[in-house]
């Protein structure tokens, strides 16, 4: 079964600092991956997207992810991360072979200390 | 125009109303979904349409009743729900080539008395 993890519930960092959030699949079929970022109260907004090609993909906001095969993740970074990243942060796996369906992982609370 | 517009942003219903949400996309987009997330968890898939088609219900109870009037609109009919059914109801929509990028309303925050 499809299955989407991410490990980190919360994570606070300072501003400035670099962020690392974790997200690792287990997925029967060929995946496309992305990250979508969630303020309070609104809905999602797609950050990055892998389907092929280059393993480190480029997104907006300054974010950037690397796709590993051999240990199944898509982690997301940020250089330097600025109070307006503070957010919920979810991982999403979907696959050509399971149709318009996207697994989301429970996602990680982002936290910026100043 | 990349939105994906839903109203109303707020609703506040009794067990016994029937009341209806709507989306509207102007992307020429042929998916259309319905998501319901419960505070401090993921987005769960309830409907896809595909060609303005149900493609995917996922066991959703029978008192959420979605309709796809045209590839623009999306409604999700409501009418005899229980309280657990509160939450915030995304509609999302995607290519029809489905690249699995999915572009999401702002969602309707939904309470019921």
């Known amino acids: 079964a499809q299955s989407v993890t991410q490990p980190d519930i919360h994570i606070t960092v300072s501003e400035g600092a670099s962020l690392e959030l974790r997200c690792n699949y287990s997925?029967?079929?060929?995946?496309?991956l992305f990250w979508y970022v969630q303020s309070p109260g609104q809905g999602l907004q797609l950050l990055l997207k892998?389907?092929?090609?280059?393993?480190l993909v480029q997104g907006i906001k300054g974010f950037e992810a690397e796709f590993k095969r051999s240990q199944s993740s898509f982690n997301l970074r940020k250089p330097s991360v600025h109070w307006s990243d503070a957010a919920e942060y979810f991982c999403?796996?979907?696959?050509?072979?399971?149709?318009?369906?996207?697994?989301f992982g429970a996602g990680t609370i982002l936290r910026v200390k100043s | 125009d990349t939105e994906v517009t839903q109203t109303p942003k707020h609703l506040v219903m009794g067990m016994t109303n029937k009341k209806s949400l709507k989306c509207e996309q102007h992307m020429g987009h042929r998916a259309m979904y319905w998501y319901k997330q419960k505070a401090k968890k993921p987005p769960e898939l309830m409907f896809v349409?595909?060609?303005?088609?149900?493609?995917i219900n996922e066991s959703v109870p029978s008192r959420f009743s979605p309709e796809c009037p045209n590839s623009s609109l999306l409604n999700l009919h409501l009418h005899a729900l229980q309280p657990e059914d509160s939450a915030l109801y995304l509609c999302?929509?995607?290519?029809?080539?489905?690249?699995?990028?999915?572009?999401f309303g702002e969602g309707s925050r939904l309470t019921v008395l």
């Open positions: 999403a796996v979907g696959a050509r072979e399971y149709g318009n369906k996207l697994v």
């Open positions: 349409y595909s060609y303005e088609k149900l493609s």
């Open positions: 997925y029967g079929a060929t995946p496309y």
């Open positions: 892998y389907f092929s090609g280059d393993t």
């Open positions: 999302a929509s995607s290519a029809e080539d489905f690249t699995g990028e999915l572009f």
